[in-house]
Structure formats: structure tokens, C-alpha cells
């Protein structure tokens, strides 16, 4: 038993959508939340850039006393799983991108045309094509990088024209010409859409990442023997910078008051 708590990390808000799923699944976990707000988005900037991020919100958590960490952005996961996993030998790390992978390999067979869209940065690094093919080479797998999605959301556009309009620009051709059944939401944010992209192409069966990295989380905190009990501990969430619409979209998302929102600063340049 450990009732320490899991630290999750983004680039910016998207990593929440990870954190209705973990309660529901083990409501004994606390977590501690750290997106970096003030610097988000990450999927379109250079990996040596998002290394040097990803190694301070790191060492930030890690000072935190966590259990384990869970990098709850693909951006991170496809630039620095493994490079933050030989930093902290002792931590379990688990990436988004490895569990959803797995299940599609598991779920889908030659039969599907899968869609994979995610930032840039994801995409360029074609972790989820080369992970399902894998476990899988005969899967039909087509990537499309969609890097409007992540400032619209952060900035709290999403239920209007404007994203209507952006989704239409981004999948309209690549769904059509690849006759898409299956579309995986390659970033955290992008289940923050999900409702629209289904409204819009209702033929898709949407893979949400965000569900199976819970899994895995349960299946190493049993496997060593740290699942939380009986734990009266709070969850904390950290921003870089606390705008307004961070604030709004994370009672949204956690479906949660104000009130009972643990909500702080931290600039981890200072
Ligand atoms: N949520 C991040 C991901 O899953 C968004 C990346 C960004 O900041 O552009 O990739």
C-alpha cells in the first residue's frame, strides 16, 4: 500500500482529461497535476526545447514526493519516455502512447483504415504507427498532424464555428481520401472534442488514449504492491500561469467547484 500520490503531467490542461478516468477507476489515487500553462503548446516547438521542460516539471514532481509519474501529454511521451525513465531509475514512468497503441494492435485488424491525429511533434516522431505495427503489421494506420487544435482549446474555443470549421479543414480530406472507420485523439486535449469530431463524422469509431494509460497505471501500482487505501490526502493541481481559462476548463473537465479545487502557481523558472 503507498497513498503518495501519482504526478500527472502536460503542457497545458490536456492531461486532465486523464484524471475523471483514474477516479473512476481507483478513487483511492491522489494526484498531483502539473501543466505548464504559461509555455503550452509544446507539439509544434523543437524536442530539445520540450526536453528541457519536460526534465524541470520532472524534477518538479519528483520533489513532490510522487509514487509514480504518468506523462499525460503524446508530445512528451514521444520526445522524452525513455530519456526521463533512465533519469529516474528508481520511478515507475509510464507514457500515453504505448498503452492505446497496444489495445488498437489488439482491437483492430486488417479490415480497419485507422487515423492517428496529434500535434507536429507526435506525429513526426510516427511512435504510434511504428508501436501498432509492432504488434500488428498488417493494420492500416494514416497520420495527420492537427496543431490548431491545442491553442483553441487552451484558449477555451471549442463548442462553436470556429472549431467546427477547424476540425472540417483538418479531417474532411484526410477521413474521405483514407476511408477512416477508427480516429485516435493522439493528444490529451483533444477528447476535450470529442463530442464535436463525433457530431461531425458520426461513421468513426473514436479511440480516446486517455482510458487505456488508467490501465496500465492500475497494472504496475498492483504489480508492486502501492495501490492507495484509505487515503485522506488532497489532490493538488499546479499551472505555470493561472489564467481565467485554465481555471474554467479545469472545473469543466474534473467537473468539480472551485471550492474544492486545490489550484496553485508555480513557475518553474524561478
Ligand atoms: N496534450 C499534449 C499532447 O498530448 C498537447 C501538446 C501541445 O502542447 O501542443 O500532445
Not at 525513455?82 to 509510464?94: D, G, H, K, W
Not at 509492432?134 to 487552451?154: D, R
Amino acid at each position: 500500500m503507498d497513498n503518495r500520490p501519482i504526478g500527472f503531467f502536460d503542457s497545458g490542461l490536456g492531461g486532465l482529461t486523464c484524471i475523471p478516468n483514474l477516479f473512476s477507476r481507483l478513487p483511492e489515487e491522489r494526484v498531483i497535476y502539473f501543466g505548464d500553462t504559461a509555455r503550452t503548446p509544446y507539439g509544434s516547438k523543437a524536442v530539445s526545447t520540450i526536453r528541457h521542460y519536460a526534465d524541470q516539471i520532472a524534477d518538479f514532481l519528483a520533489s513532490q514526493d510522487v509514487k509514480m509519474m504518468v506523462i499525460a501529454c503524446n508530445t512528451i511521451t514521444a520526445t522524452c519516455l525513455e530519456e526521463l525513465q533512465a533519469r529516474f531509475p528508481q520511478m515507475p514512468i509510464v507514457g500515453i502512447i504505448g498503452p492505446a497503441a497496444e489495445k488498437i494492435a489488439e482491437n483492430c485488424d486488417s479490415t480497419n483504415n485507422i487515423g492517428i491525429i496529434a500535434t507536429k511533434v507526435t506525429i513526426a516522431s510516427d511512435d504510434y504507427n511504428t508501436m501498432i505495427k509492432a504488434k500488428n503489421p498488417a493494420l492500416n494506420v494514416y497520420s495527420k498532424a492537427t496543431p490548431a487544435f491545442v491553442p483553441l482549446i487552451e484558449e477555451g474555443i471549442v463548442d462553436n464555428d470556429i472549431m467546427d470549421l477547424t476540425i472540417r479543414h483538418y479531417l474532411d480530406d484526410f477521413v474521405a481520401e483514407n476511408n477512416l472507420d477508427t480516429l485516435v485523439l493522439g493528444c490529451t486535449h483533444y477528447p476535450i472534442i470529442r463530442k464535436e469530431i463525433m457530431r461531425l463524422y458520426p461513421q468513426l469509431k473514436i479511440v480516446n488514449p486517455s482510458y487505456e494509460i488508467i490501465g496500465r497505471i492500475e497494472e504496475i501500482l498492483r504489480e508492486k504492491d502501492m495501490l492507495a487505501a484509505g487515503n485522506d490526502r488532497e489532490n493538488i493541481f499546479y499551472a505555470s500561469d493561472l489564467s481565467e481559462n485554465f481555471v474554467n476548463m479545469i472545473q469543466k473537465i474534473l467537473e468539480i467547484e472551485s471550492s474544492e479545487l486545490i489550484l496553485k502557481f508555480k513557475n518553474l523558472d524561478l
